[in-house]
């Protein structure tokens, strides 16, 4: 089992910045796909950005251009930094962690709240 854990999410105003955190309970370098997904109530769980297994990242065409993916190896943890957020941007946000290991293992954190809101 990994256990993913996040921060960072809150309340902040139209235009503002968030930087989440997740940091995972086992090495990341070897799972080969990990990043952020995000929820609506009463809608499915959608992509936002991840790193891939050759680690190329991927963005969900809204978030293009004002969120960024990264990640440090050496903390198991992997960031998002979320710039010029907008009301459509509240959710609540998922670090997702999948590795291989004879057959596919999906592991997710509990989710933080972020809230665009003035």
């Known amino acids: 089992q990994v256990q993913l854990e996040e921060s960072g999410g809150g309340l902040v105003q139209p235009g503002g910045s968030l930087r989440l955190s997740c940091v995972a309970s086992?090495?990341?370098?070897?799972?080969?796909?990990i990043g952020w997904y995000r929820q609506v109530p009463g809608q499915p769980r959608e992509l936002v950005a991840i790193?891939?297994?050759?680690?190329?990242?991927e963005y969900s065409d809204s978030v293009k251009g004002r969120f960024t993916i990264s990640r440090d190896n050496a903390k198991n943890a992997v960031y998002l930094q979320m710039n010029s957020l907008k009301p459509e941007d509240t959710a609540v946000y998922f670090c997702?962690?999948?590795?291989?290991?004879?057959?596919?293992?999906?592991?997710w954190g509990q989710g933080t709240q972020v809230t665009v809101s003035s």
């Open positions: 790193f891939t297994n050759d680690l190329n990242t």
């Open positions: 997702n962690a999948r590795y291989y290991t004879g057959s596919v293992m999906d592991f």
């Open positions: 086992a090495t990341i370098v070897s799972a080969f796909v």
